[in-house]
């Protein structure tokens, strides 16, 4: 089939989305909220130039962006800081909006397209997997020359964790491509050099993400419905339990376990304390992004040379319940369902990763970063991204100039 000029550009694009994104979140992962923007914005200048008109992303998922949005915004008023707080829900909105229609382009290009784009996700991934075995088996002599630093040892470890992260979740949409194809042989390798190579570093979020990832994939093998109740039961636990558990981990003194690292031991103080200023205010929570502002607050409740709350709670549901209370978190959960619901559409193997990849991005939100940051939510949306882009017949409507091949009753945004 003659490829139409807007779906030839959207393909060079796309090919460059997924060539650049795998060594990019690796090795320097605030570049992916330029990369994430550029491509949405040279994206949507296509589909304009041919259509004169944007594709409509899924609109329940979409009001339920701009519900949480919406309630970020109010919830702004009674934080600590008004004017940076609504900035801040500004910048989260332009990452929101791209994310949205990247997705509803990503599934109306044509199927061989979509399948040329998967040869270059495989390269970057690729590539990625190469680079981050040369810093690992000869002192991160690329760190060095990108960042002009010489460090020791433990800070490079350091600051090569957000890229094990990225790559305990880039590793499934990859899995679901050579699955797809057949080549499952070579699906168990890249998952098993992925494995040995997080083994390698010191990020414990991205372990914790890969093997909530890898049993949620064991589990959706068993049974269509399988996967569903892993992702449900997580979002429930998450956002309805952890406050609980937080508490209780802190009374059997996990905070001075030796079976612990230092890091997850100060993680423990920190939910805890979380957990006390969620019950203080338990419905509306304590403002938008106000959790940056608790350690001035309260500088006294800090352990040494622990704070009680560094800058977020390197956890997200308690973030949530402490920023933007019982009503957030019912926002979120909603907003979590309706992504849930839109990967049972999906073919087998796309649908079993997605729901892995859904699983360990939870898990790594849960264990490290603050949620709010411009780069953890653009790594969450390209890596969702990478699914409608690589995975066979996911088009429902007419691509851009041009008919789409296949169909698929749901895709994920």
């Not at 040869?119 to 020359?145: M, N, Q």
């Amino acid at each position: 089939m003659q490829v139409a000029p807007a779906q030839d550009r959207l393909s060079i694009i796309f090919r460059a989305f997924c060539l650049v994104l795998p060594p990019l979140s690796v090795f320097a992962q605030r570049g992916v909220v330029a990369l994430l923007l550029v491509v949405a914005g040279s994206a949507c200048f296509v589909v304009w130039r041919a259509e004169r008109r944007l594709p409509v992303p899924d609109r329940a998922i979409t009001m339920a962006f701009g519900v949480l949005l919406l309630w970020c915004a109010v919830a702004s008023f009674w934080g600590f800081d008004v004017v940076r707080s609504l900035i801040l829900a500004l910048r989260i909105g332009v990452i929101f909006a791209a994310g949205l229609l990247l997705s509803a382009i990503a599934c109306r290009l044509d199927h061989g397209i979509r399948k040329k784009l998967g040869d270059w996700l495989l390269a970057g991934i690729s590539i990625s997997l190469v680079l981050t075995a040369v810093e690992l088996a000869f002192g991160y002599p690329f760190f060095e020359v990108v960042t002009g630093l010489s460090s020791d040892r433990a800070d490079l470890d350091y600051r090569l964790n957000r890229g094990a992260t990225a790559m305990a979740m880039l590793v499934w949409p990859a899995v679901a491509l050579l699955w797809h194809r057949g080549v499952v042989v070579g699906a168990m390798i890249l998952l098993t050099v992925v494995a040995v190579m997080l083994s390698l570093m010191t990020s414990g979020a991205a372990v914790v993400g890969a093997i909530a990832g890898g049993f949620t994939a064991l589990v959706a093998v068993t049974h269509r419905k399988a996967g569903r109740v892993v992702v449900v039961s997580v979002m429930v636990l998450a956002l309805a339990g952890l406050s609980l558990a937080a508490k209780e981990i802190y009374r059997r003194d996990w905070q001075n376990a030796e079976w612990l690292s230092r890091s997850a031991q100060h993680r423990v103080d920190i939910w805890n304390n979380t957990a006390r200023l969620i019950e203080q205010k338990p419905l509306t929570g304590w403002g938008f992004d106000a959790a940056r502002a608790f350690t001035k607050m309260d500088p006294s409740r800090d352990r040494g040379s622990w704070q009680m709350m560094p800058l977020h709670p390197h956890n997200a549901p308690l973030q949530i319940l402490v920023e933007l209370g019982a009503v957030g978190a019912a926002i979120v959960f909603v907003l979590l369902w309706l992504l849930a619901g839109r990967l049972e559409g999906l073919p087998k193997s796309s649908r079993i990763c997605s729901q892995a990849l859904f699983v360990s991005t939870l898990a790594i939100a849960g264990t490290a970063y603050g949620l709010w940051q411009n780069q953890w939510l653009a790594m969450m949306f390209s890596a969702a991204l990478l699914i409608p882009l690589t995975s066979p017949a996911l088009a429902q409507n007419p691509a851009p100039g041009g008919a789409a091949e296949g169909s698929s009753p749901g895709a994920p945004p």
